[in-house]
Structures are given as structure tokens and as C-alpha cells.
């Protein structure tokens, strides 16, 4: 039995909380952490008798063998390097931080501490694009030569979040620069990427935009496109294609219903699922299974502290090569 403790009862806290009471039986949160006092009822329901105002508090209950950090971006250095110091294993939500820095930092803790160390990317983990990727490894569409990936937001969040999570490339599109390196296998070294703002939320004071189109150039050749939006009018829009010398794989949208309609104006089916914790929400019990079993086995895991440095890296690029409007080259790691 994993007994976690979890720092952050946001929208993912809560899922990531909810899922371990009710999906595993080898695993279960005993205590949480929030500096908001408006939980206690959520935490009953999910039988968790342990709630704390500190994580430096929770981290002293001796039954807990790891954590489950949760919290806004900018504490995840701090709640990083307080659980490591505990001897606790970690499964952090993505990004690690917005600074270069501070991720390799975290990178050498984690190495030092000897624990178990997941980042939350669990776009890997979705049954459709697992399915795509054995596809691509069994050499159905051959190599790799073009990569097209959609994601689409169905509305933007609100300013007050946006203004902290880095901006659109470091907080939406990482999450396809890291499916981009997980289906090519390849490290990227050149980013193009161009953006703006279509909507009505003044982003520019924010520097950062609400629709962006991105190429990757990856080192073995394949090229990969990448458009964005914050504004989906039909719902929350996930697509991948993979084009290589044998043909293609692609994934579609999964829709609310599987109810199709045919009449004299045409066919007609659902809008697609509205937004992440409805269309990924698979993904995330599985992204924690595989933290859990690893640990269990002592089995290596990604993503991996490098490989968020390695999507934090492109997200980089991407907002300077669309701030100095040119083609911005990466170092290709040895």
C-alpha cells in the first residue's frame, strides 16, 4: 500500500485525490495540505483525516511515502525540494517552474535524494495516443516525416491564472512539445513559431497571445506542426496526425455522444468533449497507475525531470522566436 499525502486541492488536486480513493486499492491518500480552509468537507467524503495548513507540517506524518505536489506553478520548486529533503517520492503536475534554472536544479535534488520522481505530462498516457505511438513503433506508417498536432481550448482561463502560468506556450502547448518528443523519439533542434491574439482578453499587457501555429524541426528530419487556440467554439479540440513513407496514423476528437444524425441538411454528431478533465480524464488515473506500479517494481519512470526541461527548453524558443520573428536553433544534447 502507497500512502501518499498531496500538496494543492485545486481542480487537479482534486482529481488526482479522487482518483486514488476511488480507482486503486494499493494506493491511498492519507493526508493533504492547503493553505485555503475550505476543504474539510472534500476530504471527508474522501476519507483523508489528515489536513494540514503546511506542507512542512504534513511532511511529518511518518505513514506517508509519497506526494502528490498539486500546488500553483510557482511553489512547485519549494514543495520539490521540502519532499525531497522528507525522503519522499514525488509526483509533481507540470511545469517543475518557469525558470530553465531552477528545473535542472530540481533535476540534480531529485538524482541526490534517490526518490521517485514523475512530472504530470499524462497526454502520454491516454489510451488513444498509447495506441497511436504502438502503431508508430510498429512501423505501420514507417519513419516519421510530418507530425501535425491540434490542440484547442474550448475558452481561455481567467486572467488571474493566466497571469501566472507562464503564458500559453509554457503552460497549454508544453504539453504537445512533450507528445511531440514522446511519438518522434528525437530531440528538436529548431523552433519557428508565430502568434497572436484573436480574443477579447488583453494578453498583449501579459506578453502573451491566445492562437499560435509552432514548427518543430527534429534532429533526425521529422517536422512537426503544432496550432493552438484558447477559443474552441465547438468544444475542446485534440488531434494528432503522423505521416510517414507507409501512410498515416492520426487520432480524432472523442465527442460527448456516439449519436449520429442523418437528415436532407446532412450528418450530424456531438461537439466534442468539452475540456481536459472530461476528454483526458483516463489519462490521469493512468499517468498515476504507472508512478505506482514503477514504484512498487523500482522501475525507472518518465516524463522525467529532463524531459521537462527538455518541452520547457522549445517553449522558450517558441516565445523568443516569435519575439525576434526568426527561426531559433537549440543545442543538440550529447
Keep these: 500500500m502507497v500512502n501518499f499525502g498531496i500538496v494543492g486541492l485545486g481542480r487537479i488536486g482534486k482529481v488526482h485525490l479522487s482518483n486514488v480513493q476511488r480507482y486503486f486499492t494499493n494506493a491511498r491518500v492519507i493526508a493533504a495540505c492547503s493553505n485555503e480552509n475550505k476543504h474539510e468537507k472534500f476530504l471527508e467524503e474522501h476519507g483523508v483525516n489528515l489536513y494540514f495548513d503546511s506542507l512542512e507540517l504534513m511532511l511529518k506524518t511518518p505513514e506517508i511515502d509519497a506526494v502528490i505536489i498539486a500546488s500553483p506553478t510557482a511553489f512547485h520548486f519549494e514543495h520539490i525540494h521540502q519532499v525531497a529533503q ?5 509526483f509533481c503536475e507540470k511545469p517543475i517552474d518557469l525558470s530553465l534554472e531552477k528545473v535542472i536544479n530540481i533535476k540534480e535534488t531529485v538524482d541526490a535524494a534517490g526518490i521517485h520522481f514523475m512530472l504530470g505530462f499524462n497526454r502520454r498516457f491516454d489510451p488513444h495516443i498509447k495506441k497511436l505511438k504502438k502503431a508508430l513503433d510498429q512501423d505501420q506508417a514507417g519513419h516519421p516525416r510530418i507530425i501535425k498536432i491540434t490542440s484547442r481550448d474550448p475558452e481561455p482561463p481567467p486572467l488571474k491564472f493566466i497571469k501566472h502560468s507562464g503564458g500559453l506556450f509554457l503552460d497549454m502547448t508544453i504539453h504537445d512539445f512533450d507528445i511531440a518528443r514522446f511519438l518522434v523519439e528525437d530531440e528538436v533542434v529548431q523552433v519557428m513559431a508565430y502568434g497572436t491574439v484573436f480574443g477579447d482578453l488583453n ?3 501579459l506578453d502573451d497571445i491566445d492562437t499560435a501555429v509552432v514548427t518543430l524541426i527534429f534532429k533526425n528530419g ?12 465547438y468544444g475542446y479540440d485534440q488531434r494528432i496526425e503522423v505521416f510517414g513513407e507507409k501512410g ?23 461537439k466534442a468533449q468539452y475540456f481536459f478533465i472530461q476528454r483526458y480524464a483516463e489519462s490521469y488515473r493512468n499517468a498515476l497507475s504507472h508512478f505506482i506500479q514503477t514504484l512498487e517494481n523500482r522501475q525507472s519512470t ?6 521537462s526541461h527538455a518541452a520547457m527548453t522549445i517553449a522558450m524558443a517558441a516565445k523568443q522566436s516569435i519575439r525576434e520573428n526568426r527561426p531559433i536553433t537549440l543545442p543538440t544534447r550529447s
Design 86 to 90: 522528507a525522503r519522499k517520492h514525488i
Design 203 to 205: 494578453l498583449e499587457t
Design 222 to 233: 521529422c517536422m512537426v506542426q503544432i496550432d493552438n487556440s484558447r477559443y474552441c467554439p
Design 248 to 270: 498515416k496514423i492520426a487520432t480524432q476528437n472523442i465527442l460527448e455522444d456516439a449519436i449520429q444524425t442523418s437528415n436532407s441538411s446532412g450528418h450530424h454528431t456531438a
Design 302 to 307: 518518465t516524463p522525467s525531470a529532463y524531459d
